[in-house]
């Protein structure tokens, strides 16, 4: 969908790209990195509206150099910033955004009205965008978007200004895009932690380089770690405090969770091989426990910079401050898939 060849762009004062090269497939990719990162920079490339100062890059096989309007007619495109008229409805303006891209009347009414349904906008469409909230302005940004049916759309930073329930309902509304009509997403955001349920695959980039792009399965390795929940029963009120102490008679030493709701009836312990599965199910057993899981731990994608970040002989200070607000704000991985 995606590729660029040691892609590079200089300002006279910061090099926001540098010599950036990657391969990006379908399906829904995140591409990460702390703000002034690049991200915003290489969408405006990608879309032939900004020259790369070096390097090359291609979009759907069209050359972003030269090709910048099909790349458009094929691309749908989703800014950070607040871009919206207040005076007009979300009707009248993805209305005008069709018709824009080509569509005749009656087809972009009929888009539209399907669009604006399918980012969750019903009644209120008809209303002046002005009195929306933030997650609403959101939707009609994403809803212009994808009216024109692209083949792909590039979403920047779609979660900005949302709080924790809105941010989950925009990250399932961009799964479905590719879900429901096999649309193709790049989508950026500076928080590591929430585009692992989201996406494929992940691209990170720090300072215009490429820090790594692999599947948020390879991210997501699994740990030595085992994750283990038992059921309180009459007997023992506290199940998860007797399976420890259990385990502890054995020669295993345990932890918990972690202080997330829910995180403490979590038992964390090295797994050896497989025995250890087997002594804990024995044991679970002996004691009369229901085992609710017993599962592999996976990494969170934040805790992979984490610990990046402290292996790091010299970070810069303020990217450094901005990954551990990152980790902070998704949890710092130390929650449970
Ligand atoms: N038109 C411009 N002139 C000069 N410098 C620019 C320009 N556009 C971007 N930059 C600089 O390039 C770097 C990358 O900016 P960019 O907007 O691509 O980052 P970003 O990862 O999208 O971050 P954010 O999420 O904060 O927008 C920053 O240092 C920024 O200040």
């Not at 879309?47 to 972003?64: F, I, K, N, Q």
């Not at 924790?164 to 096999?182: A, C, N, S």
Request: aromatic share 4%.
């Amino acid at each position: 969908m995606i590729a660029t060849e040691s892609l590079s762009k200089r300002f006279p004062r910061v090099t926001a790209l540098d010599r950036l090269s990657m391969d990006i497939g379908p399906g829904v990719t995140g591409l990460v990195g702390s703000n002034g990162a690049g991200k915003s920079t290489l969408i405006k490339i990608l879309l032939g509206l900004s020259p790369a100062t070096e390097g090359r890059a291609a979009v759907l096989g069209l050359d972003v150099a030269t090709s910048g309007g099909q790349i458009r007619e094929r691309v749908g495109y989703m800014p950070e910033h607040d871009c919206l008229p207040p005076d007009v409805s979300a009707t009248e303006f993805v209305v005008h955004m069709a018709r824009m891209s080509g569509l005749p009347p009656t087809a972009a009414r009929e888009r539209t009205a399907d669009t604006l349904r399918h980012v969750g906008l019903y009644e209120e469409r008809y209303r002046p965008i002005g009195g929306y909230s933030t997650g609403m302005k959101q939707r009609v940004k994403l809803a212009q978007a994808l009216v024109h049916d692209p083949q792909l759309v590039f979403l920047d930073e779609p979660t900005n200004g949302l709080d924790p329930v809105g941010r989950d309902e925009m990250l399932g509304l961009i799964r479905r895009v590719h879900t429901d009509f096999g649309i193709s997403v790049l989508v950026t955001s500076h928080l590591l932690g929430e585009l692992e349920r989201t996406c494929d695959h992940v691209v990170v980039i720090d300072g215009g380089k490429l820090l790594r792009s692999s599947s948020t399965t390879d991210f997501t390795q699994t740990t030595t770690t085992l994750a283990v929940e038992v059921t309180d029963t009459d007997e023992h009120p506290d199940g998860t405090r007797v399976l420890r102490d259990a385990l502890r008679g054995r020669g295993i030493e345990t932890e918990t969770g972690g202080e997330l709701p829910g995180a403490g009836h979590t038992i964390l312990l090295t797994a050896e091989g497989e025995e250890t599965y087997d002594l804990v199910r024995d044991l679970v057993a002996d004691l009369g426990l229901g085992l609710i899981r017993m599962e592999q731990r996976r990494h969170h994608i934040a805790e992979v910079f984490k610990d990046q970040d402290e292996d790091r002989p010299a970070p810069v200070p303020e990217r450094a401050a901005a990954w551990a607000a990152t980790a902070q704000q998704t949890g710092g991985g130390r929650d449970e898939r």
